[in-house]
Structures are given as structure tokens and as C-alpha cells.
């Protein structure tokens, strides 16, 4: 992430990144992650979205779960990209932030992000679990198992994670 004057990492600390193995070094500033939202893709997967889910909620792991494979960890955004994006009377600008916000996300597993995207699982406005009224019993059999935390952090839910989660239930 390029921060303040900063343009690009010294060669030595590159150098002990790359020993480190699996890690990908990919600059990134608003150009790249404009181009990015400007994509045909519905989600974000940008450099800039992790690292301010970062700085909001710490390590990578599922908030509903506590899963902590890296691999099977995903910023899910409570503000839909897609819903975003069709926010027209808001200038670009504006969309890309709430695109990027850590305010607007949470550390899911591949499961939960899922069913949060598919509706089926949502919050209400103090971080309980709700889920969807029609799912079949066998569903909500997983669903009770899988799911270790009913109610999110109070520290998760701040003003702007309760606006997003606001505007997700007035686009559907």
C-alpha cells in the first residue's frame, strides 16, 4: 500500500519479502483501484479493501466462524459492489470510497460470504444474526452449526458499518 511519499518499496525490503515465499508485492494507488471498480467485475478484490479491513478488524479471520485458513477468508462487503456502483447520482469518487471503506466489511469464510451475499444470513442494527425466514430446515441445521458467534463485536459496529448495513436492506 503506498502511503505518503512513499512510491515504491527498497530493494532490500523487497528482497526479504520475497524469502519469505508466498507473498505477492503489487503497488497499488486510486488509479489502480479506479480501474479496478471500473471493471466489469460485481466484487473488489483490491489491495487498498484488505489492507482498510486490516486496519479495522486485525486478521484475517471469519467473524460468524472464527475460520482462520487464509485461503478460505474473504472481505465480504455489507454494501454490495454491484449496488454501489448503480449509486449514479453519487460521484465516482464518493462510490470508490465506500467501495474501499473498512467500515464497510467484515472477515468471512467462503461459507458465510456466501450466504451473507445470498441474503440468507444478514444483521440487525446491533450485530445480531438474522436469517431468512424461508430457508429449509436441513439448511438452518448447517447454518446453527457452522456458525460459533450469533452476534458481531460491539467494536464492528460502528456509525458508518451501520449505515452500509442500512442502505444493503433499502437496495435488497
Not at 500500500?1 to 486510486?30: N, R
Amino acid at each position: 500500500m503506498l502511503e505518503g511519499d512513499l512510491k515504491e518499496l527498497h530493494e532490500a525490503s523487497l528482497d526479504v519479502i520475497k524469502q519469505m515465499g508466498i507473498i505477492d508485492v503489487v503497488s497499488t494507488d486510486m488509479t489502480l483501484e479506479k480501474r479496478i471498480y471500473d471493471g466489469k467485475e460485481t466484487s473488489l478484490r483490491s489491495p487498498r479493501y484488505t489492507y482498510n479491513l486490516f486496519n479495522k478488524l486485525g486478521n484475517k479471520h471469519c467473524a460468524l466462524c472464527n475460520c482462520e485458513i487464509p485461503e478460505l477468508i474473504q472481505g465480504a462487503h455489507i454494501l454490495l459492489v454491484a449496488a454501489i456502483r448503480r449509486m449514479h447520482s453519487i460521484p465516482i469518487e464518493t462510490r470508490l470510497e465506500y467501495v474501499l471503506d473498512g467500515d464497510n466489511g467484515l472477515w468471512l469464510c467462503e461459507n458465510h460470504h456466501n450466504m451473507f451475499d445470498e441474503g440468507m444470513i444478514s444483521f440487525d442494527n446491533h450485530g445480531g444474526l438474522l436469517l431468512r425466514n424461508d430457508i429449509d430446515q436441513r439448511h438452518m441445521r448447517f447454518i446453527d452449526e457452522t456458525t460459533k458467534y450469533k452476534v458481531l463485536p460491539p467494536e464492528f459496529l460502528t456509525d458508518k458499518f451501520l449505515w452500509y448495513l442500512e442502505q444493503r436492506r433499502l437496495v435488497g
